[in-house]
């Protein structure tokens, strides 16, 4: 079990916390723009695409914050 006991360790977290939630949040809003473009259903599928981002966005930082503790 590391501890974060080095600042340099606690700044690296926070910021593996912050890129991996926005990069999945942006993932998902291109992916359900792109679906809407196929399917012709503005907003629907971005709207989908944003909350699935969300959510696994969130799993995604709770692994990893596991992983730190």
Known sequence: MPK????W????????????LAVCVIAGVYLGRYVDNLLATKPWFMMIGLLA???IGVYSVYRIVRGYL
Do not use: E, F, H, K
């Open 53 to 55: 981002g969300l959510g």
């Open 9 to 20: 360790r606690a700044i690296t977290l926070v910021s593996l916390i912050g890129v991996d």
């Open 4 to 7: 974060i006991d080095n600042p």
